[in-house]
């Protein structure tokens, strides 16, 4: 894996097929997980316009109408959807009134990430082209992401994330495809904690030079 650059057309990285698969394989996992971890959320039918979709689909997260306030039981999709105030009322009024439209917009930038990773499916390392007009959310995507592993390693600090550069090179880093072959799960998770880290921090990094440099994406 290179992380993103900016050139003229975009932001590019370059993946491996295997580096791919994984990464759309979990953007859509975790599109799932907000897609069926709401309580009180009815079930919808259909699937998106795009060509590519999460495992399990079932339509767009409803949106535009009061929902259950209660917080999703998965703490992993608390993560993605916390509280909006230490207030227990004022929390659960936000999450009455905005947890579905915020879950389908997470839902919506997951979709595009994996429709963009595989894409072309390129049988060697190639391009990951993102264009300016999609990189805060392919940038939200991967921060949603990395937010699902972080809380499935059991991740609270900085000193625990850097920590785990530590434990792949006591452990040995075979990369996403061989870590998960290996039998090693919680090896396979920190790789591609890591892997998305370099991706997010590197793709935050080209949007904040265009920034300053006047050029960007949305309008």
């Given at each position: 894996?290179?992380?993103?650059?900016?050139?003229?057309?975009g932001?590019?990285?370059?993946?491996?097929?295997?580096?791919?698969?994984?990464?759309?394989?979990?953007?859509?996992?975790?599109?799932?997980?907000?897609?069926?971890?709401?309580?009180?959320?009815?079930?919808?039918?259909?699937?998106?316009?795009?060509?590519?979709?999460?495992?399990?689909?079932?339509?767009?997260?409803?949106?535009?109408?009061?929902?259950?306030?209660t917080?999703?039981?998965?703490?992993?999709?608390?993560?993605?959807l916390p509280?909006?105030?230490?207030?227990?009322?004022?929390?659960?009024?936000?999450?009455?009134?905005?947890?579905d439209?915020l879950?389908?917009?997470?839902?919506?930038?997951?979709?595009?990430?994996?429709?963009?990773?595989?894409?072309?499916?390129?049988?060697?390392?190639?391009p990951?082209?993102?264009?300016?007009?999609?990189?805060?959310?392919?940038?939200?995507?991967?921060?949603?992401?990395?937010?699902?592993?972080?809380?499935?390693?059991?991740?609270r600090?900085?000193?625990?994330?850097?920590?785990?550069y530590?434990?792949?090179d006591?452990?040995?880093?075979?990369?996403?495809?061989?870590?998960?072959?290996?039998?090693?799960?919680?090896?396979?998770?920190?790789?591609v904690f890591?892997?998305?880290?370099?991706?997010?921090?590197?793709?935050?990094?080209?949007?904040?030079?265009?920034?300053?440099?006047?050029?960007?994406?949305?309008?």
């Amino acid at each position: 894996m290179r992380p993103f650059r900016a050139e003229a057309h975009g932001y590019v990285a370059e993946l491996e097929p295997s580096e791919r698969i994984v990464l759309a394989q979990l953007a859509g996992d975790v599109a799932q997980m907000l897609q069926e971890g709401l309580p009180g959320r009815p079930g919808t039918s259909g699937v998106p316009d795009d060509a590519w979709s999460p495992p399990g689909w079932t339509g767009p997260v409803p949106g535009g109408h009061a929902s259950d306030a209660t917080p999703p039981p998965d703490p992993a999709v608390r993560r993605l959807l916390p509280d909006a105030s230490d207030d227990v009322e004022v929390a659960a009024e936000f999450r009455r009134f905005t947890q579905d439209d915020l879950a389908a917009r997470k839902v919506g930038r997951l979709v595009l990430l994996g429709r963009t990773l595989v894409d072309s499916e390129p049988t060697e390392a190639a391009p990951f082209v993102v264009v300016r007009e999609e990189a805060e959310d392919v940038a939200g995507a991967l921060t949603d992401v990395r937010l699902v592993l972080a809380e499935r390693l059991g991740l609270r600090t900085d000193e625990q994330v850097e920590g785990l550069y530590d434990e792949l090179d006591r452990e040995g880093d075979d990369g996403p495809d061989g870590a998960e072959a290996g039998g090693a799960p919680r090896r396979f998770l920190v790789s591609v904690f890591l892997l998305t880290g370099l991706l997010q921090e590197s793709l935050v990094d080209g949007m904040l030079a265009d920034l300053r440099a006047g050029r960007g994406g949305r309008r």
